[in-house]
């Protein structure tokens, strides 16, 4: 049984684990595994960042859990910007993202937001659409080889 909550502080190390391990091994296709690119990447991915974002009030932090452990996380910003999304290797297309952004778009919808963006990854591209978003533009260059897809979702 996988279940969503609210991400607390002795979560900090599980969910920068996944987030690492997530960017190393699922997100290849963006960083293609250029060194630079995936240290500026991973630069603000620690625990003692993962317990700033928490301690901010305009983010609402959730993880996905499994008895065995953590399994994704995602972050939704009060501007209506979903800052962070991963799951660990291996728990892709079992539903859980689909759970974590259910969690997400409820807490939108009570902030009052009329919609959400976020910058997509490649591989995450056809998850978005799946779940009702449209591209906002072109792909835009981030940093080192790094190239991001914004989206956007009315609620
Ligand atoms: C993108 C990600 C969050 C999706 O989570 P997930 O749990 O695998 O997705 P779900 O199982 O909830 O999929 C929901 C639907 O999205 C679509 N979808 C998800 N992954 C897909 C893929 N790789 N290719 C095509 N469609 C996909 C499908 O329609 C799917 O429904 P279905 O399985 O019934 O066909 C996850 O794969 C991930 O963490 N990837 C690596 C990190 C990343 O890129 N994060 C995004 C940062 S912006």
Known sequence: MIGV???????????IDVVRRSIGHLCVADHHNDHETLTTWLANK???????????ADNFCVVAESNDGLLGVGVL???GEILL???????????????????????????????????????????????????????????????CFPYVKQL
């Open 5 to 15: 909550r609210c991400a607390e502080q002795r979560d900090a190390h599980a969910a």
């Open 46 to 56: 620690t625990p003692h960042d993962f317990v700033r974002w928490l301690s901010n």
């Open 77 to 79: 910003q009060r501007r």
């Open 85 to 147: 999304f991963y799951l660990a290797p291996g728990a892709q297309r079992r539903g859980i993202g689909k759970k974590i952004h259910a969690t997400l778009e409820a807490k939108a919808v009570q902030w009052g937001l009329a919609s959400l963006h976020l910058d997509s990854t490649v591989l995450a591209c056809h998850f978005y659409e799946a779940l009702g978003y449209k591209p906002m533009g072109p792909p835009v260059p981030r940093f080192g080889v790094l190239r």
